[in-house]
């Protein structure tokens, strides 16, 4: 089992930046790929971006390509979302999730382990 806790989320002004972290604990071999996702109130819980156990594999969503980037410590079995250039459209819970399958995986369904989410406003 793995234990995923995101936080660093917060309330900013359009344009500035917030940078998540996602926490891992229990069986964390670093073997996992790693994904953000977020979901606004009343959408579905959509993809932000993902990252290899070595992190040679990032993929990221149209939406948010060159303002956010995904990277992970595996000494310290984090993974981080920095985020800049924020807009109000960005405004939702956001979620880690891991997977043990080696893919670059963009549904929801494909994660086995998820956290309990950290909220971001981006006030306009």
């Known amino acids: 089992q793995v234990q995923l806790v995101e936080s660093g989320g917060g309330l900013v002004q359009a344009g500035g930046s917030l940078r998540l972290s996602c926490a891992a604990s229990g069986r964390t071999d670093n073997s996992y790929f790693v994904a953000w996702f977020r979901q606004a109130p009343g959408k579905e819980r959509d993809f932000v971006a993902v990252i290899g156990w070595s992190g040679a594999y990032i993929y990221y969503s149209d939406s948010v390509k060159g303002r956010f980037t995904i990277s992970r410590d595996n000494a310290k079995n984090t993974v981080y979302l920095q985020m800049n250039s924020l807009k109000p459209e960005d405004t939702a819970v956001y979620y880690c999730?891991?997977?043990?399958?080696?893919?670059?995986?963009?549904?929801?369904?494909?994660?086995?382990?998820w956290g309990q989410g950290t909220q971001v406003t981006v006030s306009s």
């Open positions: 999730a891991a997977s043990k399958v080696p893919k670059i995986a963009t549904m929801k369904n494909e994660y086995e382990y």
